[in-house]
Every structure is written in C-alpha cells, then in structure tokens.
C-alpha cells in the first residue's frame, strides 16, 4: 500500500501482519514500511515468504500513463515500463521485529517469486533460497531490439 506524505514527493509501501484481537477478529498492526521518492516508486505485486521473513523484491517496473492509455482503455500492461537504468532492490523485512534490511541488485526482469525457504549452510548459516525467473538487460530475445 502507498501512502502519500503532504506536501513532499515521498511515499511509502506499508507492510501489515494481522492477528487474532480479544474477540477473535483479526486486526491489522503495522510491521514495516518501506519510505520511496515518487520519482521512484515501482509496482510492487508479489512477495516470498518465510517462517522468519518477508521478501519484498522491487524490480525496475513502472507505470507510464498516457492519454492514450486512458482514452483508448488499452490494456494495462502497454503502461509498464522497464527502468533499465535503476537497480533492482530487495527488501527483507523481519516477520518479528519489523527489521528491514535492503539490498540493491543489477537491473533485473522479474516475474513472479515461485518459491522461497530458509535452509542453513554447511558453516550453520542462515540461507535464504527464492526461486524467481528473471532475466538481465538486455532482452533475452536477441531477435527484439531494447526500446
């Protein structure tokens, strides 16, 4: 979810974990956020998760709205543009403090996360596998020239 900040050009995606309130309905309580300039605000849709951790991948997608766009009422997706220029970034948000640690990848094409788990490495280290198609830039269609 993105909130706008009055007055400034920033925004922020908030994360919620939902539990069980004193009457047994479930009430949001905020675990994290993430603050961003609107200048480089992306679509963020999916997410990998963990018994420990949430993983919020932020790949380069954004949304170009044109008159055209609207006006034609194209299809969605021809919004979207791939920010070719800007690095990837991965958000790890801890499921039990809220603790956000950040890291900032290559340009990646990313499609939907299929599968994250934790595992510990042979020196009894905390690893985390995520399974995600992505591909770098340039296109893997050598036949299809970058815009």
């Known amino acids: ?3 706008m900040e009055p007055l400034m050009l920033r925004v922020e995606y908030v994360f919620y974990k939902y539990e069980a309130g004193k009457s ?3 009430q949001p309580k905020k675990l994290a956020s993430i603050p961003v300039s609107m200048r480089d605000m992306r679509i963020v ?3 990998g998760i963990t018994e420990n951790f949430l993983y ?3 790949f380069n997608y954004k949304i170009s709205f044109s008159f055209d766009l609207l006006e034609n009422m194209s299809h ?3 919004a979207l543009v791939f920010e070719k220029n800007h690095p990837t970034y991965m958000d790890i948000i801890s499921l039990k403090t809220g603790e956000i640690h950040q890291f900032e990848l290559a340009p990646l094409r990313g499609v939907h996360i299929m599968n994250t788990f934790e595992r510990t490495n042979s020196k009894g280290e905390l690893e985390v596998v995520m399974d995600v ?3 770098h830039f340039p296109s893997w ?3 299809i020239p970058e815009p």
């Open 1 to 3: 979810v993105a909130f």
């Open 24 to 26: 047994g309905m479930m």
């Open 45 to 47: 849709h999916q997410f």
């Open 56 to 58: 919020v991948p932020r």
């Open 76 to 78: 969605f997706c021809k």
């Open 133 to 135: 198609p992505i591909t």
């Open 141 to 143: 269609r050598p036949d």
